[in-house]
Every structure is written in structure tokens, then in C-alpha cells.
């Protein structure tokens, strides 16, 4: 995988790059998502909160032991207590809620900060339309209160950064964890694409090897006496083949002048319109000449002739087909050809057995190579599918592989190196 030593190459000095192995990354995660660095960045908040809560207590308590000044005119004074009164109100409800909560994970912070802004949130609605008339009468105390929602309102907006900043985190996590997974079964699938493709390599190696002296061993063999002699044998058979064909042509040439009247008596004999007693023969005659001979040719050449009045035929073409007739009957060319012919396929039959015992090697060994070459196309088809999937799945494994270093370089705070291999 030489690839994987490049994919996370950076320019940073290494006293500033954090560095992680794969298999050490989830248990990393883990520990960020279990909020321990979450808790820390939330002591002093929390704290500040707490202090806020017990000046926010003193200070409610100074609103209500409040006495107004004996000079204030009777209305501003019944104004001025009721607005203290629903003052006090709002700010008790809103007291009871400043208790930090004992857990300190993600969810239950995030409610208790939702709780503590709708609070605030009431609670300076009302206030506002309150707060002139007590602080007519409670200047010094409606000014602490002023400054105590202020603070309070400073931890929640720092309260609500951490929580996105956390949610953000957690977030990165859970992306990363996922590329993480996806990462190991890539690298996992290129393992497998490489050690394939190595142990089909060295097959291909072997089977060109056991090729190349297959084919040795044939052509040593066919220079052989044993292999000298098939070829003879087989030299001769292309020979008796070659005259077997020639005496097919040319009884073809001897049935070819017979064939508009053979044609015609085959079709009158197949609609019933003459009786032919030899009409199987006469008809394989039109077609297949050579497969006629194996049968009294003479005899069916005869009804020919004798129903030669009937085909319908003009005379100068009946009288030629009755002359050639005649020469068949008196000649019998076509029983020289059925006995040269017969003879001709005993001898053919006879040197294809000796033949094919002789071959018997040469044949062991074409078949050998051809299955052979077959098993070599057959590698080479899969290997070139194998190295494109590696092509294919080293480019994703390397795009997952960079966009993981960019999110725990974020979760980290500093930029990462990753060691991209597969724990136990």
C-alpha cells in the first residue's frame, strides 16, 4: 500500500502535528464524546453561574427587606410596592432555576440552559415593565439586580458557545466514526484486492511457464518418429479426403443432367399422381446423390425412363436425359463410382483409427495447452478487473482517508496525522 504513505503528507513541523493510528482513533472519540473535555470548558461557566445565583440571592433579599423613602408620594409608593411585589415574583421563579445540574453531558446541559434563557427571557419581559416604578422607590437595589440578570446573561451566551461548539464536536464525531468504518472496510477490501492479484500473478507466471514447455514438448514430440509418422498419416488422409470429394463431384456431374426430370417425378410421386415403386431412392437422388449408392441405383434410373412421357418434358431435353440414361444403364458408371467410393471410405475409415492412435499424444498435449491458454485469458481478464478496483477503491480510501484527517483535525484543535493501518 504505497499509496497510504502519501495521502497525509503535510508541510507542518512534526512538534506540531498530533499523530493517531486508525485503531486508536474510536477509543479517542469515545473519550471526547463522554464529555470530559465538555466538562471542563464548563467548570468556570458554572461557577460563575453559581456566584451570580448567590449574589442574585443576597440581592433579592436586600429588594425585599427594602424600605422606601417616608418623603415618596402615596401613588408612586402603591405603584412602586406592586411593581416590587411582581418583581420579586419573576425574579424567585427564575432564582429556583440556577441550580446547576449534577450531570454535565450534552443533553442535559443543553436543557438547562433552554430552561435558564425561556427563564431570563420571561423574566425581563415582565421586569422591564416593572422596573421603572421599583426602581423609583429601590434604586441601589434595582441597579445590583440590573447588573446580577447581566452577568447571567454573559455565562448563558458563553453556556450556549460551548454547547454549539460541543454539538458541532459531536457532530464531527459522528461523521468521522463513519468514515472511520467506511476506511476500515476499504482497506480491508484493498488487502484482499492485492493479495489476490499477487497470487494470481504468480499463477499467471507459472501457467505461462507450463505453457511454454507444453508447447516444447509438442513440437519435440511432432519431430519425433512417432510424430513424423501422424503427420504422414495424416498427409494422407488430407490425400483420400481430397479424392473422396472429387468423386462426389463427380457424380454429381453423371446425376446433374437427370435432375429437372428426377425433380419432377419425385413431386408427381409425392401427389399421388404416379405410383413410384423406387421413389426414396430417386428422390436422394435429386438431393444427395452420394447417399443413393448405397442402394440399387440401376433399377430406379429405369422407372425413370420408363415414366419419362408423363414429366411433361420437351423432346430435344427428354431425348438428351433418355441418352444419358441409356449410357448409365449400359456403362453403369455409377456402380464403378459406388465400388471406388466404398473402398475410398474403407481406406479413409481405417487411416482415421490409425490416425487418431497415433495422435493419441499429440492430442493429450492441444488439449493441455488449450485448456491452458484458456485458464491464462481467463487470470488476465480477472486481473485487470482486480487492479481496476484497486485503482478505484485506493482513490476513495484516499478521499475518505484526507476528509477524516480534516474533521479530527477539528475535533483536536491542531492538525493531524493518521497512520492508516488496520488494528487486530
Request: aromatic share 4%.
Amino acid at each position: 500500500m504505497k499509496w497510504l504513505k502519501t495521502i497525509f503528507q503535510r508541510e507542518q513541523p512534526k512538534n506540531k502535528i498530533k499523530f493517531f493510528q486508525l485503531s486508536d482513533l474510536v477509543p479517542w472519540l469515545d473519550e471526547r464524546c463522554n464529555g470530559v473535555e465538555f466538562e471542563k470548558s464548563l467548570e468556570d461557566i458554572n461557577t460563575r453561574i453559581k456566584e451570580v445565583a448567590e449574589s442574585f440571592s443576597r440581592d433579592l433579599n436586600a429588594l425585599k427587606m427594602a424600605v422606601p423613602d417616608e418623603a415618596t408620594p402615596a401613588r408612586l409608593l402603591k405603584v412602586g410596592l406592586a411593581a416590587r411585589a411582581e418583581v420579586i415574583k419573576q425574579l424567585e421563579s427564575l432564582e429556583k432555576n440556577l441550580v446547576s445540574p449534577k450531570d454535565m453531558d450534552i443533553d442535559t446541559i443543553s436543557s438547562y440552559h433552554w430552561t435558564l434563557v425561556k427563564g431570563l427571557e420571561r423574566t425581563v419581559t415582565k421586569y422591564n415593565k416593572a422596573h421603572m416604578y421599583m426602581a423609583a422607590l429601590f434604586p441601589q437595589e434595582a441597579e445590583t439586580l440590573n447588573s446580577d440578570l447581566n452577568r447571567l446573561s454573559h455565562q448563558l451566551v458563553r453556556m450556549e458557545d460551548e454547547i454549539r461548539k460541543k454539538r458541532k464536536e459531536m457532530e464531527e464525531i459522528w461523521y468521522s466514526k463513519e468514515l472511520i468504518a467506511e476506511i476500515r472496510i476499504e482497506l480491508s477490501g484493498i488487502g484482499d484486492l492485492e493479495r489476490r492479484i499477487k497470487k494470481n500473478e504468480e499463477r499467471l507466471s507459472e501457467l505461462h511457464n507450463f505453457k511454454d514447455r507444453l508447447e516444447f514438448e509438442l513440437r519435440d514430440f511432432e519431430s519425433s518418429e512417432a510424430g513424423t509418422r501422424a503427420g504422414q498419416l495424416k498427409n494422407i488422409l488430407d490425400v483420400k479426403r481430397e479424392e473422396l470429394k472429387r468423386l462426389d463431384d463427380e457424380l454429381e456431374n453423371l446425376v446433374f443432367p437427370l435432375t429437372k426430370a428426377l425433380t419432377r417425378i419425385v413431386k408427381q410421386g409425392s401427389s399421388e399422381r404416379l405410383t413410384l415403386q423406387h421413389r426414396d431412392i430417386l428422390e436422394l437422388l435429386s438431393k444427395s446423390p452420394s447417399q443413393a449408392l448405397d442402394d440399387d441405383t440401376n433399377d430406379a434410373i429405369r422407372e425413370l425412363r420408363s415414366n419419362l412421357a408423363t414429366l411433361g418434358l420437351k423432346d430435344k431435353k427428354k431425348e438428351k436425359i433418355i441418352a444419358h440414361i441409356d449410357f448409365l444403364i449400359e456403362n453403369k458408371p455409377l456402380e464403378s463410382l459406388k465400388s471406388r467410393r466404398n473402398k475410398l471410405q474403407n481406406d479413409i475409415q481405417d487411416l482415421e483409427e490409425k490416425f487418431s492412435r497415433s495422435c493419441h499424444e499429440i492430442n493429450l498435449f492441444r488439449k493441455d495447452l488449450n485448456k491452458t491458454r484458456k485458464d491464462i485469458k481467463d487470470i488476465e481478464t480477472e486481473l485487470d478487473q482486480n487492479r481496476k478496483d484497486l485503482i478505484s477503491l485506493e482513490e476513495k480510501a484516499s478521499s475518505n482517508s484526507a476528509e477524516l484527517r480534516e474533521r479530527i483535525a477539528k475535533i483536536a484543535g491542531e492538525p493531524v496525522e493518521i497512520e492508516l493501518v488496520l488494528g487486530d
